[in-house]
């Protein structure tokens, strides 16, 4: 499946010290592109709609993308990152947003890479239990698609295309695209 736009290219993606491993890496970059594939269809108007009063702006969950996976890969997992402080892109635009959560992903790959066996399966607090790392890791990459999947809500909503993630969507399709709606469709092997 070909995509239109690609932040991290499968050439930046590095090889995993640990083989069983390299899905981690492969899935943590295919998600960093799918979230910035979702940005990148807002406008800098759109970061101030949210889509209920109790619910967070495009903004809110920009910034909490970015803030919260620090908060994942430094103090859950160990992860070298800037301080919380430096997170954060100087001023609030979609571009800057993408830009930063690229610039921020890229070092973690690399770290990752590194990882032994040993340090994917140590148990390390997560908020108040303890998880193994791979556990962790896991969570932080639901937790991105969870929101990634209420920003499409959002851009729907406000009238914009929705990128193809997974597969095509009914603004985007390609030749051979074949969602499965059908018991037949879904009885295929």
């Given at each position: 499946?070909?995509?239109?736009?690609?932040?991290?290219?499968?050439?930046?993606?590095?090889?995993?010290?640990?083989?069983?491993?390299?899905?981690?890496?492969?899935?943590?970059?295919?998600?960093?592109?799918?979230?910035?594939?979702?940005?990148?269809?807002?406008?800098?108007?759109?970061?101030?709609?949210?889509?209920?009063?109790?619910?967070?702006?495009?903004?809110?969950?920009?910034?909490?993308?970015?803030?919260s996976e620090r908060r994942f890969f430094g103090e859950f997992l160990g992860v070298p990152e800037p301080p919380a402080s430096e997170v954060l892109p100087a001023?609030?635009?979609?571009?800057?947003?993408?830009?930063?959560?690229?610039?921020?992903?890229?070092?973690?790959?690399?770290?990752?890479?590194?990882?032994?066996?040993?340090?994917?399966?140590?148990?390390?607090?997560?908020?108040?239990?303890?998880?193994?790392?791979?556990?962790?890791?896991?969570?932080?990459?639901?937790?991105?698609?969870?929101?990634?999947?209420?920003?499409?809500?959002?851009?729907?909503?406000?009238?914009?295309?929705?990128?193809?993630?997974?597969?095509?969507?009914?603004?985007?399709?390609?030749?051979?695209?074949?969602?499965?709606?059908?018991?037949?469709?879904?009885?295929?092997?």
């Amino acid at each position: 499946m070909q995509y239109a736009f690609t932040a991290i290219a499968d050439e930046l993606i590095p090889q995993a010290r640990e083989r069983v491993f390299q899905h981690a890496l492969d899935t943590y970059a295919s998600e960093i592109n799918k979230v910035i594939s979702t940005w990148r269809n807002f406008k800098d108007q759109d970061l101030d709609f949210r889509s209920h009063p109790r619910s967070s702006t495009v903004g809110e969950h920009l910034k909490h993308q970015l803030l919260s996976e620090r908060r994942f890969f430094g103090e859950f997992l160990g992860v070298p990152e800037p301080p919380a402080s430096e997170v954060l892109p100087a001023m609030a635009t979609v571009d800057r947003f993408c830009t930063r959560l690229r610039e921020l992903a890229l070092p973690r790959l690399g770290y990752l890479a590194e990882r032994e066996m040993e340090w994917w399966l140590e148990r390390v607090f997560f908020f108040d239990v303890e998880r193994e790392r791979v556990w962790i890791f896991w969570r932080r990459v639901l937790h991105t698609c969870h929101h990634r999947g209420q920003l499409t809500v959002y851009l729907r909503l406000l009238g914009h295309s929705v990128p193809a993630v997974y597969g095509p969507t009914a603004d985007v399709s390609w030749t051979g695209a074949d969602p499965t709606q059908t018991v037949e469709a879904a009885g295929r092997r």
